[in-house]
């Protein structure tokens, strides 16, 4: 006999869901309206405008798409690409590889740019990559690599591709709200995110931004985009159709008012502060995860704050010890995924999770396991 | 200044989403686990025994898409066919012409069976089509026409397929939950459906169940599937991996806690009862509806009860009318869509909104308004 759920109170300090604030979650359960109501397209405005101010830019396209992250990656990449053309794909963890592999299903070309797992995408080797195919239509890169903990120089890698006037493709699920990202002043063209990391929303929702070109590029194609959910030509008429919206899909209306409340929340925060908190948390975890003999995977220099991939310890359990966080101390921290799987943890201080209690419980609890 | 969104409590009687009750909105609101912590992944087993229950199969491959029923429909479509492949496409209505448009990006062949908006797919025009193309591979259709209220012999139609040894693809978005539908029994293949719908869930979900002649066509493809975010081989090893669950995306944790409890209450109330309070409610509204000189756009033999398709009065304004009705009731009916937008609503008595109060609020609303 089945029974209601009542999950418990986690708190997430993996690499996505985190946690998310009783205010969002209180959003999320305000009454349904339908998607096509006045009051609802008005606040679909409102979260284009947060969104906007999220990702630093006036792109007049910023819209969530309404599935998750993997979704809007592959938005991105069947809406820019075409059959034939030629992608450069940077592969330094997991979620190039995804790049590479909806690449090929869009019967794209690839140029594979591969650097190591926990190391940034390699600016030099992209730019030799160009000079050996002129011809590349567009750069797919990972701005803060979700499988390693590593942030790759987004701004010099769209600057080599403006040089060969081709377009960008850029990974920011989990950078955005976390890290800079200034969609504009770099002159990235297609970004993608996701609502559960930085910005602490429900996941299954894809924050994503194109930029005039890209829109360009879009209405430009010779061929049909190969999905009818992700064509955003068509969504397009849904999200800036104004008061003679037309039907696309039917909007997952919750989830977009917990949306605005995280995207609203960040915005009374700040994003200059948000940014620094992410920051700082990073400082306070990082000194005692040393101490307590965890080495980082990627360099100071290009670490990401909110996503702190760690070897573990000799003699220290995997499974067992993050079974016992669980358990004991309803903590999740999250394993390592890919070829890292087994060998690191990675320990999220992502949007809402970014904050001295979270550091503190997991150093303590941490420190009381290991020791056990 | 942006402000916090707060809703007011609608009556949602249009074709999605339906009213959802108090206990799925607090379920929705629990605090977030992780998707692969080991308490969701119980959860996620008993979503998938209580929609094999809603969808009355066995189906081992019975999951909810992390997308709307628009995703549904895709994944259906890309999982099933392959560039060259012929398929039947019936079309009755918009959902019909998104068959149609689905099935041309996976490169399909389509042969068409048309047949009036308001009337059901012709069993007999579907089998001469069969005839005169015995190497179809797909029969797809629309169960329930959101469009327009017709409902079509799912039971029948899948014979005819039988006979010719193809699979069936099957929209039954509007349907599950709100009339008969035995995948099992009836012999479907690859079936859709919609949260948001008669299951009263929030919308932002789609349930599809596949039968194992559906899997097998999927594990004999010889071209990989278009989409990677809708490849089902891939999604299996997440929903059907056990312990040892793969990662694939991030699956949409509330939204999934709120299926649970929506789930959990049809099957609370017993399928049949469901079934039996729409066409109870149906009679009442009808009664009613007739009375205040509407007319029915589709005959009572395919008639859904959970979609009432209504010819407008003579000299009744479309959008005014619509427009008073919220603004003064808080009351949702649906415009028409393509075809016979601005003569026709649809007024919805979908899972939760299926209830003596609604049909007597939306009566008396309608016979006040219309009498000013």
Same mark, same amino acid.
């Given at each position: 006999m089945i029974q209601r759920f009542y999950p418990p109170r986690r708190i997430l300090m993996g690499p996505g869901p985190s946690d998310i604030s009783p205010y969002v979650l209180q959003a999320l359960s305000r009454p349904t309206i339908g998607h096509l109501d006045p009051l609802f397209i008005g606040m679909m405005d409102e979260v284009k405008t947060l969104l906007k101010y999220a990702f630093q830019t006036e792109n007049e396209f910023t819209i969530p798409v309404s599935?998750?992250?993997?979704?809007?990656?592959?938005? %991105? &990449?069947?809406?820019?690409?075409?059959?034939?053309? @030629?992608?450069?794909? %940077?592969?330094?963890?997991? &979620?190039?590889?995804?790049?590479?592999? /909806?690449?090929?299903?869009?019967?794209?070309?690839?140029?594979?740019?591969?650097?190591?797992w926990g190391q940034p995408v390699s600016v030099d080797k992209v730019q030799v990559a160009f000079e050996q195919n002129p011809d590349v239509k567009v750069l797919a890169f990972v701005h803060a690599e979700t499988s390693t903990g590593a942030l790759s120089d987004a701004q010099a890698l769209a600057k080599v591709a403006k040089? &060969? /006037?081709?377009?960008?493709?850029?990974?920011?699920?989990?950078?955005?709200?976390?890290?800079?990202? @200034?969609?504009d002043e770099w002159g990235l063209? $297609?970004?993608?995110?996701?609502?559960?990391? %930085?910005?602490?929303?429900?996941?299954?929702?894809?924050?994503?931004? &194109?930029?005039?070109?890209?829109?360009?590029r879009i209405q430009a194609r010779t061929t049909p985009v190969q999905s009818?959910?992700?064509d955003q030509s068509l969504v397009l008429g849904y999200w800036n159709g104004g008061a003679k919206r037309s039907y696309h899909h039917t909007?997952?209306?919750?989830?977009?008012?917990?949306?605005?409340?995280?995207?609203? $929340?960040?915005?009374?925060?700040?994003?200059? /502060?948000?940014?620094?908190?992410h920051a700082d948390m990073h400082q306070q975890l990082k000194v005692g995860l040393e101490a307590l003999g965890f080495r980082f995977v990627v360099d100071e220099a290009c670490r990401l704050p909110q996503l702190n991939s760690v070897y573990l310890p000799e003699g220290v359990d995997d499974?067992?010890?993050?079974?016992?966080?669980?358990? /004991?101390?309803?903590?999740?921290?999250?394993?390592?995924?890919? $070829?890292?799987?087994?060998?690191?943890?990675?320990?999220?201080?992502m949007g809402y999770s970014a904050k001295?209690?979270?550091?503190?419980? %997991?150093?303590k609890a941490l420190q009381q396991t290991l020791t056990q």
């Open positions: 599935a998750p992250g993997s979704a809007g990656m592959e938005a %991105c &990449f069947v809406n820019l690409l075409e059959p034939g053309d @030629k992608v450069i794909v %940077c592969r330094n963890g997991v &979620f190039g590889e995804r790049m590479r592999e /909806n690449a090929i299903r869009c019967g794209a070309q690839v140029v594979l740019v591969d650097d190591e040089q &060969f /006037n081709a377009l960008t493709i850029v990974d920011a699920v989990t950078s955005l709200g976390g890290v800079p990202l @200034k969609v063209d $297609a970004v993608y995110s996701g609502s559960q990391k %930085c910005l602490s929303c429900v996941p299954g929702l894809s924050p994503i931004t &194109f930029s005039p070109k890209a829109i360009e009818w959910f992700l909007a997952p209306v919750n989830s977009l008012y917990a949306l605005h409340e995280s995207l609203l $929340a960040l915005h009374e925060e700040g994003l200059e /502060n948000a940014w620094q908190r499974g067992a010890v993050r079974a016992s966080l669980l358990d /004991n101390y309803n903590l999740e921290v999250g394993g390592g995924l890919g $070829a890292l799987a087994g060998k690191v943890w990675r320990i999220g201080l001295q209690e979270n550091v503190a419980l %997991c150093l």
